[in-house]
């Protein structure tokens, strides 16, 4: 009977976990080849378990709970103590260029001596100063606009292009360019001379404001190397991307992998942006930096991430940021603000029905007042009247200057909460 029952196995091929287990003899070996994964025999295997977050994911969920309106005390501390850190690391990076930071001590103390010594050379620091000021004032706005992934102050339609448009204003209203220094450019007044030495075309309006453009379009791309730099150190750290853009960039990179089909069209253009710049390489970025491009942000992560030189990356976003994009936005605000075009516009907007009329109103009074203010006799003063259309203005600068600075804050704040957390976590180890 045993081995009747033997030799019934032998000739039996059973299927376990979807493979096949054959069996000479009870005793004797078996080949036993498995092609696909064993299921449990009771079928439920290991539902109903959830995988535990790590470490670093509870950190930075706990670290997004960080904003002012939720922990107002507590932001407002950290943002501070990560500020002080941030100086203090920076006091410490200079110090190791000694031979930089000499050369630059020697300058400052020659500057300082000639800016409080008092002789005829003060109007030429004077001008000096007024220079450095005014171009740093645009390289600081340029930075303002684009640092922070997309949460930046919005400078070009705060401050650029305003100074655009009034100095296009002003070229048809004076009939000239040549605006008295001082007051120009902190207000613009027409010259006494009602000759106007060369004629008024669109390349000599260019020309007047091409150095505060230039300018800050390099603040722009500077801007840009936060994304940049953060990119690069994760991939060459290997570590857990903090960053919501990076982990971003992470997932659509694979997603990418099984191509673009199921993809959304916002998804769709990232996709073919981090494509073109990381098979193009220069002129890529440059395409990408050369087009006001609200996914430029990208581009930087992009390049950080697959190491992209740093040359490669900086160079071509100076030169498609601050001299083409550049050019393209102020011909665009020039012809816009153009007298004819202002005219032209008006027309159009009194046309709207019931509602024309009363718009139209309000952006004559302004505009009546700015050329009004532009024949004054240099060193006035111009008389302070508020309109309906600059009380609105101003309340839309101070609301994106407001969100700027809360964003700012909550962005430090954050940062110093992982500080603390990759504190214990080093201790820990």
Known sequence: MGKAKGGRRSAATQKEGGGDVVANDV???????????????????????KPSPSMNTLSRLDREKVVIWRRPFTVFYYAVAEAICLVSEGLVSLLQ???????????SAVCTYAYVTPGPHQEWVGLVESKLLWWSWWVLLGVLSSIGLGSGLHTFLLYLGPHIAAVTLAAYECNSLDFPEPPYPDSIVCPSSSAATTAITLW?????????????GVGTAIGELPPYFMARAARLSGNEP????????LELLEAGKGGTGEMGLVDRAKAWMEKTVAKVGFFGILACASVPNP?????GITCGHFLVPFWTFFGATVIGK???????????VIVVFSAHHVEHALQLLEGIPEMGKMLRGPIEDFLAKQKKALHRAPGSSVEAKSSVLSDIMGL????????????????????YHKRLYERSKAKRD
Do not use: C
């Open 27 to 49: 005793a004797g070996p078996k080949k036993v080849d498995f092609k696909h994964e064993a299921k449990p025999a009771n079928g439920n295997g290991t539902k109903g378990l």
């Open 97 to 107: 260029y000694r031979l930089f930071l000499t050369v630059v001590s020697a300058l």
């Open 204 to 216: 000599n309006i260019v020309a007047k404001i091409r150095v505060e453009a230039f300018l800050w």
């Open 242 to 249: 903090d960053d919501e853009e990076y982990r971003e960039f």
């Open 295 to 299: 996914l430029f942000d990208l581009a």
């Open 322 to 332: 601050a001299v083409v994009k550049m050019h393209v936005q102020m011909l665009f």
């Open 396 to 415: 839309v600068v101070s609301t994106m200057i407001l969100y700027f600075l809360i964003t700012l804050i909550n962005g430090l704040a954050q940062s």
